[in-house]
C-alpha cells in the first residue's frame, strides 16, 4: 500500500488516509483542540509526497464544505486551523495551494463573535449542528456550551437505542441540547421533553431543537419546558409522564445538588421511570457529596459499566460516569 494511504500516528495506531479525513472533519466541526488532529499523518504524506493534495482533500471537507457554510465554527478558530494548514505545508516545502491563502484572507477578514456553531456528526454521516457560546461560562450559566457528559450520555444512547425507542423521555439540565437531539434523531422516542430553568439556556435550546429539524409544533414527540430543580411540582413531573429521565454534567456545583436531589426522589417516587445520571468526575468531594445525598434520600444507585463506543471527539482525561438510580 501507498505510503499516503496507510502510516502510523504518533500513538502507533496503523491508520489510512479516509480515517485521517474523517478525523480531520468530525474534529474542525466539534472544534476540537488542534493538538488533537492526526498531524503526524499530514506530516508524514507531504514529506513523502512532496504534494499539497492531501491539505486540499482536507480543506474540502472542512472549511470548503458545505457544513462549513451553512454553520461555521468560530472565526479565530477558523483562523488558527488554516494558520496550521499552511505552516506545515511550508514547513513540507510543498507548491503553495491558492484555495488555501484565498480560506484564509475570507476569515481574516471576518468579524469574530460570542457565538459559533459546532456540527457533532453521526456515525451515519449526519450532523448535529448547535449554536453555542464560545466561552465555557456566559451570561452566569454554563448551558450555552456543550459539555462532555452529554457527548458521552448520547454516545451511551446510541449504543443503547432500545432504552429509548417508543419510550416518553425527560432531560433534566439539557443545556444547549446535544444529548436530546442526538436522541431524537437516533433513538425514536416516543416523546423527547427537554428542560432547564435558565431563559437564555431555554431560548437556546429551542432554537438549536429548530435548527436540528425538530418542531416542537409537533406537540406528540418533542417539548422544551422550563422547570426549575428548585420549583418542579409534583404535578409538573406526573404530566410529562416520563418513562425515563436522563441528565447529563448537572452535578457539577455543591450549591445545585440539595435541589437536584430533592426533584430525583419526587421523580422516583412519581411513577418509578428509570434514571440515568451521567457526571464529569471533576471533583471527588463534590460528586462523592452527591452520592452521600442520593443514600440519606433513599435513592440507591448503580455504576453502568461496559465500553461506549467512540462516536465524537473530545477530552477524556476526566472520568465520566453513568449511574442508575432506584427507590
Ligand atoms: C454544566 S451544564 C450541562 C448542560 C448539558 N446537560 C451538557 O452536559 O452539555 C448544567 C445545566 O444545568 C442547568 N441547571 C442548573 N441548575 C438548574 C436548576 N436549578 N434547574 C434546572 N436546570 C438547572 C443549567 O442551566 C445548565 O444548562
Request: charged share 25%; net charge negative; proline share 3%.
Amino acid at each position: 500500500m501507498e505510503h499516503s494511504e496507510q502510516n502510523q500516528t504518533s500513538d502507533s495506531k496503523i491508520v489510512n488516509k479516509t480515517d485521517v479525513l474523517w478525523d480531520f472533519q468530525v474534529s474542525f466541526f466539534a472544534m476540537s483542540r488542534l493538538v488533537s488532529f492526526p498531524w503526524t499523518f499530514l506530516e508524514k504524506d507531504l514529506e513523502c509526497n512532496k504534494s499539497s493534495d492531501l491539505i486540499s482533500d482536507i480543506l474540502k471537507l472542512t472549511c470548503l464544505h458545505s457544513l462549513c457554510r451553512k454553520f461555521p465554527p468560530s472565526v479565530r478558530y477558523r483562523k488558527l486551523f488554516l494558520s496550521e494548514l499552511i505552516r506545515r505545508q511550508e514547513v513540507a516545502g510543498c507548491d503553495p495551494l491558492d484555495e488555501l491563502y484565498d480560506a484564509l484572507a475570507e476569515v481574516v477578514g471576518a468579524q469574530d463573535t460570542t457565538e459559533c456553531y459546532k456540527s457533532y456528526l453521526l456515525p451515519s454521516g449526519d450532523a448535529v449542528s448547535l449554536l453555542e457560546n464560545v466561552a465555557l461560562i456566559s451570561e452566569g450559566t454554563t448551558g450555552l456550551v456543550t459539555w462532555e457528559a452529554a457527548l458521552y450520555l448520547a454516545e451511551w444512547a446510541l449504543d443503547h437505542q432500545d432504552t429509548f425507542t417508543g419510550r416518553t423521555v425527560l432531560e433534566l439540565g439539557s443545556g444547549a441540547g446535544l444529548t436530546g437531539i442526538t436522541i431524537c434523531r437516533s433513538c425514536s422516542p416516543k416523546r423527547y421533553v427537554f428542560s432547564d430553568c435558565h431563559h437564555r439556556v431555554l431560548q437556546k435550546l429551542r432554537d438549536n431543537v429548530r435548527l436540528n429539524g425538530l418542531s416542537e409544533t409537533t406537540a406528540s414527540t418533542v417539548g422544551v419546558e422550563e422547570m426549575d430543580w428548585t420549583t418542579a411540582t409534583e404535578e409538573q413531573i406526573a404530566q410529562i409522564g416520563a418513562d425515563i429521565v436522563i441528565a447529563a454534567d448537572v452535578v457539577y456545583d455543591p450549591d445545585v445538588v440539595e435541589s437536584l436531589v430533592e426533584l430525583l426522589s419526587k421523580i422516583l417516587r412519581s411513577s418509578s421511570p428509570e434514571v440515568f445520571i451521567c457526571s464529569t468526575i471533576r471533583n471527588q468531594e463534590t460528586y462523592g457529596g452527591f452520592k452521600q445525598q442520593l443514600e440519606e434520600a433513599g435513592i440507591r444507585h448503580h455504576v453502568i459499566t461496559g465500553a461506549v463506543s467512540q462516536v465524537f471527539p473530545y477530552s477524556r482525561v476526566s472520568a465520566i460516569e453513568i449511574i442508575k438510580l432506584f427507590r
